[in-house]
């Protein structure tokens, strides 16, 4: 069974930086993203990374430009790069991955209902 460990959240003021890392305790799947839920809203897909050729990566329109997505093969590692956080984005921030889809299938993105494995969350507090 997959397992994956978020780490690197924190508080942080408005305008500051954070950088969330996503350990698999297999290898980094071709398919995998960062999603965030805050108390009383739906989950929300924010960044998302296709290994397959060079590697495409996909943003939310509200992240694009300040959070970056990344992965380290060597290190099992997924990371988000968050920079110029806002108060709104106060929330548990989660990575996922789809270990099932096939070598030739479109990747799930920002969409949940694609991955199948999810780890435990990460907090990420951005005050004013």
């Known amino acids: 069974q997959v397992q994956l460990v978020e780490s690197g959240g924190g508080s942080v003021q408005a305008g500051g930086s954070l950088r969330l890392s996503c350990t698999a305790s297999e290898k980094v799947y071709r398919c995998m993203g960062w999603f965030r839920q805050a108390p009383g809203k739906e989950s929300e897909g924010v960044a998302a990374?296709?290994?397959?050729?060079?590697?495409?990566?996909f943003y939310a329109d509200s992240v694009q430009g300040r959070f970056t997505i990344s992965k380290d093969l060597a290190k099992n590692t997924l990371s988000l790069q968050m920079n110029n956080l806002k108060p709104e984005e106060t929330a548990m921030y989660y990575c996922?991955?789809?270990?099932?889809?096939?070598?030739?299938?479109?990747?799930?993105?920002?969409?949940?209902?694609?991955?199948?494995?999810w780890g435990q969350g990460t907090q990420v507090t951005v005050s004013s």
């Open positions: 996922a991955a789809a270990p099932r889809v096939g070598p030739l299938s479109p990747c799930p993105r920002l969409a949940r209902t694609g991955y199948d494995v």
């Open positions: 990374f296709d290994s397959r050729g060079r590697g495409s990566m």
